[in-house]
């Protein structure tokens, strides 16, 4: 439970293998000494821009009587190696800290992490405080005891779980944190919205200009609402054991499979919450296609992070480099890749295992690009591979959905594949795919004989649409040689299989490169 004190300060109670305060306020310096009580020394960690903040904290522990060691460290992921570490042992070897002493993180989540993991390996583990001074940092990287390094192998897959001693979440510093920074934070704020709190979605959904100012009252409430979150699932999994076949504290990794397999391919210089945006979408699509979201949550997750101007999609065309960072994730068992994945908002219930080779296959798993397509399909198609396999093949339909995202994404397309057997359905999609301007691929199945309505959505489709079937009508029953789409399609491909739909796409491709 939180506590209030003083000066409207919000303490929350955090219970690991240690209780600890995590202070969220304004003006919290005053609270640094009692959090150092009982040391002689303490080794201030911070980078170059915040040297003014750095030298008025080392002034009031010194007016308390603490020797304070200054270390300044790289900015950002730059000071999560083992170079940097050593440098930061080494200054507090050559000063003789001993385990009574001290470490203070002052700084955004690359210098709270490298901070903690200095103090968790030094002597086996001497105290920290953190001050986080970003967003990022408040709601998760200096909160829950996880500590570590990046290695050429991949990001923190060295570290330890140590706790801090307290933590001070001083609003006030985010007022002057660029505005791109502060955004960013927000992809671990509306994570936990994802994952546990579906209010906090509401509140940034429906008050994004208040959610996002850090002089106002909203945002650090929902600090303290994120925080609050992480503090019950720590307690509850400290070391993500999973506790009774919980999906407890992994649950806090949401997005983050592919978002950290983004940070290392772009060499860092995504920042974290803009990674871990496209990750939330990207697990979010994978829980639709297992039929655990609705088109409508997917939709949501765009249109949150939006709001807070993070990035939704991922340029296609780089699986090969993607897979690699993925497969050693701490989350991997073996060649087997693991996501967190939502049974509804608010709700994250359970695990996604999938062989990288196998199905869901590779490239429809990261199908996030930046041009969307629509592939709809009507009755009957999801009967696949078990319907006239001499007419239609043996493939299921789960496998040709699979094969039309693969290659969508080789073409730099982002395939969605919707099937129904409700004519209705399918003329909501093609009047929202009109009203969005969005492309379709079309197979109407046995709609294309006669059902003028779907023609007439069809009509009304401002992007290009190609009309797609396995088999080849003319060659048919003479009902199915007459198409009403046919007319109002700007081109048909038939007859060919699987491969109809490749063509279509190839074809679809080309026409967009030209408009």
Not at 68 to 75: F, G, K, L, R
């Amino acid at each position: 439970m939180m506590s209030t004190g003083p000066g409207d300060l919000i303490t929350i109670p955090v219970r690991a293998e240690h209780e600890y305060p995590v202070i969220i306020g304004r003006g919290l310096l005053g609270e640094i000494p009692a959090l150092c009580e009982g040391a002689e020394k303490v080794a201030l960690v911070h980078t170059a821009t915040l040297s003014a903040s750095a030298e008025a904290i080392r002034d009031d522990l010194a007016d308390a009587g603490f020797t304070v060691v200054m270390i300044e460290v790289p900015a950002g992921e730059d000071a999560k190696t083992a170079e940097v570490a050593a440098f930061v042992w080494n200054a507090l070897g050559s000063s003789g800290f001993t385990r009574t002493d001290v470490v203070v993180g002052l700084g955004g989540g690359a210098t709270t992490d490298l901070a903690g993991f200095a103090a968790a390996t030094w002597l086996r583990g001497i105290r920290v405080v953190q001050i986080p001074t970003t967003l990022l940092s408040m709601v998760d990287a200096a909160v829950g005891g996880k500590t570590g390094i990046n290695t050429q192998a991949g990001k923190n897959l060295v570290g330890s779980f140590h706790s801090p001693s307290g933590v001070l979440c001083d609003v006030n510093a985010l007022e002057t944190l660029p505005r791109n920074d502060l955004l960013a934070g927000f992809a671990e704020v509306v994570k936990v919205g994802f994952t546990h709190d579906a209010s906090i979605l509401t509140d940034v959904e429906e008050r994004t200009d208040a959610a996002t100012d850090p002089s106002g009252e909203l945002l650090p409430d929902l600090i303290r609402r994120a925080v609050q979150v992480k503090a019950d699932v720590v307690a509850s999994d400290f070391k993500e054991t999973g506790p009774g076949g919980a999906i407890g504290r992994a649950a806090l990794n949401y997005g983050h499979t592919l978002g950290h397999a983004i940070e290392r391919v772009e060499n860092y210089e995504w920042r974290h919450g803009a990674a871990i945006s496209v990750g939330m979408v990207y697990v979010a699509e994978l829980a639709r296609m297992g039929g655990k979201l609705t088109d409508d949550d997917v939709d949501r997750h765009r249109e949150v992070l939006r709001k807070v101007g993070l990035p939704t999609t991922y340029a296609g065309g780089r699986w090969e480099r993607l897979l690699p960072a993925m497969q050693i994730d701490k989350k991997a068992r073996g060649s087997l890749l693991r996501f967190v994945v939502l049974q509804g908002c608010g709700k994250a219930r359970t695990r996604r295992y999938c062989r990288p080779h196998t199905k869901p296959s590779a490239r429809r798993l990261t199908s996030m690009t930046s041009t969307r397509v629509w592939v709809l399909n009507g009755p009957n198609l999801n009967r696949l591979g078990t319907r006239e396999p001499d007419v239609y093949g043996s493939m299921s339909y789960e496998d040709l959905a699979s094969s039309i995202v693969d290659e969508a994404a080789g073409l730099g397309l982002q395939a969605e594949v919707r099937q129904t057997n409700d004519e209705s359905e399918l003329i909501e999609w093609l009047h929202q795919a009109a009203d969005e301007s969005i492309p379709v691929l079309l197979n109407p199945a046995a709609f294309t004989h006669y059902s003028y309505a779907i023609r007439d959505a069809c009509a009304m489709l401002t992007a290009p649409l190609i009309e797609v079937h396995l088999s080849n009508p003319l060659s048919r029953e003479e009902f199915r040689h007459t198409s009403v789409v046919s007319g109002v399609a700007t081109g048909s491909i038939s007859g060919f299989g699987a491969d109809s739909y490749r063509l279509a796409l190839r074809a679809l491709a080309g026409i967009l490169s030209q408009s």
